[in-house]
């Protein structure tokens, strides 16, 4: 077999492909029986068929159309070898030229991962939000602390802010009540903006056994975006009582004994939390600069698919749970379907360009995966999901998924390396030292990991 490469633009290349007829011989015997399985020829058993009749009964093109098929892919593959090739989805494959017992020539078109120079990355600065927890952050922590001990105690009055009412609600929409539309004995918190916009309003100043008829938009269910005439019944109304802010509070809401050692804790989880956002935004700030100091072409076919896969996941699955459609979601968000498809086509194009240039650092890094930043990976993942590390990681050997998730590690670990190499700085002009800071999600992992299956050879 001789083969040859001519490279069509950055990102796709044509192979030519001339295959000497002796070199078919295996995917012809392999023809001749297959076809021996499924025909029939009176004088002959099953499968004894000799060569020539089949060729005389069924004609030799059927043969070689069979024998072809088969071959193709092994040839194909033999060729992307020869020429070391990282080749992205399946090829486009034109057979040029078949002579009966002579040759088969064919080529085959396809996108291959583009070559990237990753330049010095050393020079990288970022800025960050500074590590800061006032004493207004931890008294509303401790407030919101409090707020979860409440108790309540029915009251004989109209209901007010910060009740907690019982009611029963009936939405129509054109003058029918909806079947999914009736709910009794729902508790609601007036202020809290947890059901109906117009709710609090329509419920302040009733007592219980009192009702109010309002308008408002469902948020969702059967008539998801709708007018609805809602109407609410209040059967109770009780009043919260937050418990006194002291240290039997403090053993009550925690493993403390003073309230002062609560609001400690409470100051150093908020600077946790802080600082583990300055990390999350250390690395995405970061990862912005690399990808500009890189050229990457995007493979058109790869983006058009990665468009594709996007749209057809917000609108079949998070648009499809919420009871909405694109249009309800664009006058939602304010935008044009122009302004959408823009936005997409740059988040996809991102994703790919974040999986090629930290695929070509993990090379350049020679960075590996061990079996233990694997677990911890697919434990966090499982977490994720809402499955157990044993389902998911179940999952993940059916789905054939592994090797997916030693590629988010690998990308997460060759972001590390970049943001370990660049200067990152507060808004204080301090120097930040993430070495110390608890580790936040890899972007690398997660900006790359719509794009993934696509750009997986």
Known sequence: MKSAVETLNPTRVRLTVEVPFEELKDSLDAAYKKINQQVTVKGFRKGKIPARVIDQRFGRGA????????????????AVN???????GQPEVDITELKDN?????????DIRPAIEIPDYS?????????EVSDEDVEKAVEELRERFASTSPVERAAEDGDVVTIDLEAKVEGEVLEDGVASGVSYTIGSGELLEGIDDAVKGLEAGGEATFTSELKGGSAAGKESEVTVKVTQVAARELPALDDDFAQLASEFDTLDEVKADSRK???????????TQAQERVLEKLLELVEVPVPEKL???????RKHNLVNHQLGQMGLDLAKYLEIQGKTEEEFDAETKEQAEKGIKTQFVLDELVNKEKLNVSQEELTEHLMRRAQSSGMSPDQFAQAVVEGGQVPMLVGEVARGKALAVVVEAATVKDTNGEVVDLD?????????????EAAEEKTEA
């Open 123 to 131: 020079g990288i600065e970022v800025e960050v939000d500074a590590v």
């Open 102 to 110: 002579e040759t088969l020539n064919f080529t085959a078109e396809v």
């Open 82 to 88: 020869e020429a070391e090739l990282n080749v992205l």
């Open 303 to 309: 983006l058009a698919d990665e468009i594709e896969t």
């Open 63 to 78: 043969v070689l159309e069979e024998a072809v098929n088969d071959a193709l892919p092994k040839f194909y593959t033999e």
């Open 269 to 279: 989880r908020l600077e946790n939390m802080k600082q583990y956002d300055q990390a």
């Open 436 to 448: 110390d800071e608890e580790e936040a999600p890899a972007e690398g992992e997660q900006a790359s």
